[in-house]
C-alpha cells in the first residue's frame, strides 16, 4: 500500500495563478483532510470530508476550495494565490474503529506563492 | 474554541538525560495525540490516548494523560540522537475527527 499520496512534491506560484493540489489514499479510509504548516504555528486544518460526498470547513478555509472526488480523492483548490498562502500543506486520511482513530499524513506539498 | 499548547517550543538535550514534554489543552477531550516530524518530512503516529490515566510507552518515549488536568505529557529517557526531531500534540475537539495542534516542540538531543 502506498497509504496517503500528493502531487505535486513542490510547486512556485505567482500571486493570481491559480493550482489544484492532489491527495490519494488507499486505505479505504472514509474521512479525509487538508491542513497548512507554518512555522511555529503547527497545522492547522483548512478542510475535511468526513465521507464521500460531504465536505467541511475547518479552522482557515479562506482562499480554498475542496473537492472529494470520490472515496481515494480529496483535491485542495487555490483559486488566486496570494503569498499568504506560502505554506506546506498535508493531506491526511483516517477511519474510525470504536474510540481509535488515526490520522494518516501524506508527504506533503511545499508551495511558494511570489 | 480549544487550544492546545506545548512547552517546551524548543528543547536542547545531552545524550542520555531525562526531560519531559507538557501538552495542556483548553476544553475536554476524549483522545489526544502525539506525533513525531523529522526536518522536511511528514508526520507519523507515536500514541492515541483515549483515558484519563492512559500511560503508552515505545523504547525511550513515554506518553500519559490527565484528563481532569487537561495535560498530557511526553517523557524522554536516556536522550539518543536518534530522537532529534520536532513533536506534536494533537487534541480532537467535539467534532468529529478535528484535530487541534499544538504549536510543536523542536528536540535536539547532543552528544
Known amino acids: 500500500n502506498a497509504g496517503v499520496t500528493q502531487t505535486p512534491k513542490f510547486q512556485v506560484l505567482k500571486t493570481g495563478q491559480s493550482m489544484t493540489l492532489q491527495c490519494a489514499q488507499d486505505?479505504?479510509?472514509?474521512?479525509m483532510y487538508w491542513y497548512r504548516q507554518d512555522p511555529g504555528m503547527g497545522l492547522r486544518l483548512i478542510y475535511y470530508?468526513?465521507?464521500?460526498?460531504?465536505?467541511d470547513k475547518g479552522e482557515v478555509p479562506n482562499g480554498y476550495n475542496v473537492s472529494r472526488l470520490n472515496k481515494r480523492e480529496f483535491s485542495l483548490r487555490l483559486e488566486s494565490a496570494a503569498p499568504s498562502q506560502t505554506s506546506v500543506y498535508f493531506c491526511?486520511?483516517?477511519?474510525?474503529?470504536?474510540?481509535?482513530?488515526?490520522?494518516?499524513f501524506g508527504p506533503g506539498t511545499r508551495l511558494l506563492v511570489l | 474554541e480549544l487550544k492546545v499548547e506545548q512547552n517546551p517550543l524548543f528543547l536542547s538535550m545531552q545524550e542520555g538525560k531525562n526531560y519531559t514534554i507538557y501538552c495542556n489543552y483548553s476544553t475536554t477531550s476524549d483522545r489526544l495525540y502525539w506525533y513525531r516530524q523529522d526536518p522536511g518530512k511528514s508526520l507519523e503516529s507515536l500514541f492515541v490516548l483515549l483515558s484519563n490515566g492512559a500511560v503508552k510507552q515505545e523504547g525511550r518515549l513515554m506518553a500519559s494523560l490527565d484528563t481532569k488536568a487537561r495535560l498530557s505529557t511526553l517523557h524522554i529517557t536516556a536522550a539518543v540522537h536518534d530522537l532529534s526531531a520536532t513533536y506534536f500534540c494533537?487534541?480532537?475537539?467535539?467534532?468529529?475527527?478535528?484535530?487541534?495542534f499544538g504549536q510543536g516542540t523542536i528536540l535536539t538531543v547532543h552528544p
Open positions: 486505505m479505504n479510509h472514509n474521512s
Open positions: 494533537a487534541v480532537v475537539g467535539t467534532s468529529y475527527g478535528k484535530l487541534t
Open positions: 470530508s468526513a465521507s464521500e460526498g460531504t465536505t
Open positions: 491526511a486520511s483516517s477511519t474510525r474503529l470504536g474510540l481509535q482513530e488515526t490520522q494518516y
